[in-house]
């Protein structure tokens, strides 16, 4: 049995079409302050557990929310309307106005079509960008982009085992 998961969990590690089909996707249920009622239907969860968990975040209007996803982990993330969030130094000299969903583009070193798609941009794009970061795809652990074309990208450490 410990070998079982030891190996489950090797694959999930090595495989992202194996993980999301072991651990799921992160569902949408909230997007532009909008609730997504087959998102909800789809995953059992009652309108009165969604506005607890909310409340739990200290969220009270369901119109503050840009998005809420539940995660494969049964976790609430919610991201607030820009004019609802905490003041932050870009709120005062402003690099943009509006704020966009993030989506990973390339996890664990493979790009991820969705995340891609979801974004708004092309794999041509995203090997353009990596080429002119010089960095290489087999080096690039989590990279995520917005459907404004801003993408962060973070390297693998290679001072631990791959």
Same mark, same amino acid.
């Given at each position: 049995?410990?070998? +079982?998961?030891?190996?489950?969990?090797? !694959?999930?590690?090595?495989? !992202? +079409?194996? &993980?999301?089909?072991?651990?799921?996707?992160?569902?949408?249920?909230?997007? #532009?302050?909008?609730?997504?009622?087959?998102?909800?239907?789809?995953?059992?969860?009652?309108?009165?557990? %969604?506005?607890? $968990? %909310? +409340?739990?975040? *200290? /969220?009270? &209007?369901?119109?503050?929310?840009?998005?809420?996803?539940?995660?494969?982990?049964?976790?609430?993330?919610? =991201? =607030?309307?820009?004019?609802? $969030?905490?003041?932050?130094? #870009?709120?005062?000299?402003?690099?943009?106005?509006?704020?966009?969903? /993030?989506?990973?583009? /390339?996890?664990?070193?493979?790009?991820?079509? *969705?995340?891609? +798609?979801?974004?708004?941009?092309? #794999?041509?794009?995203?090997?353009? $960008?990596?080429?002119? &970061?010089?960095?290489? =795809? #087999?080096?690039?652990?989590?990279? $995520?982009?917005?459907?404004?074309?801003?993408?962060?990208?973070?390297?693998?450490?290679?001072?631990?085992? &791959?």
């Amino acid at each position: 049995m410990v070998l +079982r998961v030891i190996y489950f969990s090797f !694959i999930s590690l090595k495989s !992202i +079409r194996f &993980r999301h089909f072991v651990e799921g996707n992160p569902t949408v249920f909230i997007e #532009e302050g909008n609730i997504i009622e087959k998102a909800l239907k789809k995953e059992k969860i009652s309108l009165d557990e %969604l506005l607890e $968990q %909310l +409340r739990k975040k *200290n /969220i009270y &209007r369901v119109s503050d929310v840009e998005f809420a996803f539940l995660d494969s982990n049964g976790e609430l993330s919610v =991201l =607030l309307k820009k004019e609802k $969030q905490p003041l932050l130094y #870009e709120d005062v000299y402003p690099t943009s106005l509006n704020v966009f969903p /993030i989506h990973s583009v /390339i996890s664990d070193g493979e790009i991820v079509k *969705n995340g891609l +798609r979801n974004a708004g941009c092309t #794999e041509a794009w995203l090997v353009n $960008q990596l080429k002119l &970061r010089h960095f290489i =795809l #087999e080096n690039v652990f989590l990279a $995520q982009s917005d459907s404004s074309g801003k993408l962060t990208i973070d390297l693998y450490d290679w001072s631990s085992d &791959r």
